[in-house]
């Protein structure tokens, strides 16, 4: 004969309190005095309690389900940003509705209905580029967490990496390795990533007293962009010893003219990417030395503070999240960290 599952009647009396004071433990509120709340929680432990999700919705007024709203249709940035909020909404017991609104604003608008209708208690919407994106929080009766892509409100809560901060950490590890003839070469100066990776760059190399290797090329994010421009800087720039690409895409055709036209990648030339997209990163010969974006744990981050958020407790303002540099043979040679 199976055993009756414990309910919060049971855990109630056997605390000894109202099954709302029960509730209010159990949930985590701070109306509870430290003893009841640990007679409770002991209760609860005794009696092997498990919560009903529904029943704990309805007291707490909460369904426990989010939404993830995203725009970015290829997914490249999207999706890390996307586990790492999964990831910590799974742990949290929270369900998740995940819409594709594929950067289209009427699909967005319908989806962000549809979530709504869902009665979700909080989204997180994630954008395609670091660019400001317009709010839709004012709308919502619920709170909104902005990853990757922030809102152009300052009153809301939004995560984005530093971009500025890494790139000026990837030229200072060129710095350090002895690199004093530094090219950098990014993506379109419409993107708000772009700049911010040249003025990071600009930053390092100025705080170090050093002139850039001639002026910032920007083109296209792609590996053609990449050995165009290696070949106009080889050409302009024989002297450079090193460049600091604004994505792995460009430092990967770069490398490959480097290469083409007899220059040794690191030993002439030292090569640093951005965005340690693997699948190019680890697969270039040499493997790219290059920026992380950390964006799995951004998105945990951005979740995280959307529970807070839930809870009342927002934290407004466009948080910069730190990357990380991955080392590779691209800036060192095999056996030479």
């Excluded at 709340?37 to 369904?63: D, K």
């Excluded at 190399?205 to 962009?225: M, N």
């Excluded at 430092?251 to 290469?259: I, K, L, M, T």
Aim: hydrophobic share 40%; charged share 20%.
């Amino acid at each position: 004969m199976a055993t009756k599952r414990a309910t919060i009647n049971d855990v109630a009396s056997l605390a000894g309190v109202s099954i709302a004071t029960a509730s209010k433990a159990l949930n985590g509120r701070q109306d509870v005095r430290a003893a009841t709340r640990e007679r409770v929680l002991a209760a609860a432990a005794q009696l092997s309690f498990q919560p009903n999700a529904l029943a704990r919705g309805l007291l707490s007024g909460q369904t426990r389900t989010v939404g993830l709203l995203t725009s970015d249709s290829v997914g490249r940035f999207g999706i890390p940003v996307l586990l790492g909020a999964e990831n910590a909404f799974g742990a949290g017991e929270m369900a998740v509705l995940l819409c594709d609104a594929r950067g289209d604003a009427i699909r967005e608008q319908h989806h962000l209905r549809a979530l709504l209708s869902r009665r979700v208690d909080g989204l997180i919407v994630v954008g395609e580029s670091t660019d400001p994106r317009p709010s839709v929080s004012k709308d919502l009766p619920v709170p909104v967490v902005y990853a990757y892509g922030p809102s152009d409100d300052p009153e809301d809560v939004s995560f984005v990496p530093d971009d500025v901060g890494a790139a000026a950490m990837a030229v200072n590890h060129l710095l350090a390795l002895g690199r004093r003839r530094i090219a950098h070469v990014t993506g379109p100066t419409h993107y708000k990533a772009a700049r911010d990776r040249e003025e990071g760059a600009r930053l390092a190399l100025e705080a170090a007293g050093l002139p850039q290797a001639g002026q910032t090329l920007s083109g296209p994010w792609s590996q053609r962009w990449g050995r165009h421009a290696a070949e106009m800087l080889l050409m302009s720039e024989p002297e450079i010893d090193a460049v600091f690409c604004g994505s792995d895409q460009i430092a990967a055709g770069f490398v490959e003219a480097a290469r083409e036209r007899g220059r040794r990648v690191p030993d002439d030339i030292a090569v640093v990417g951005y965005d340690n997209w693997e699948v190019l990163s680890t697969e270039t010969r040499p493997a790219l030395t290059t920026v992380d974006m950390n964006l799995e744990s951004l998105g945990r981050t951005a979740a995280q503070h959307l529970f807070a958020a839930i809870d009342g407790k927002a934290t407004p303002g466009v948080h910069k999240m730190p990357c990380q540099l991955v080392i590779r043979d691209s800036t060192s040679p095999p056996g030479i960290s």
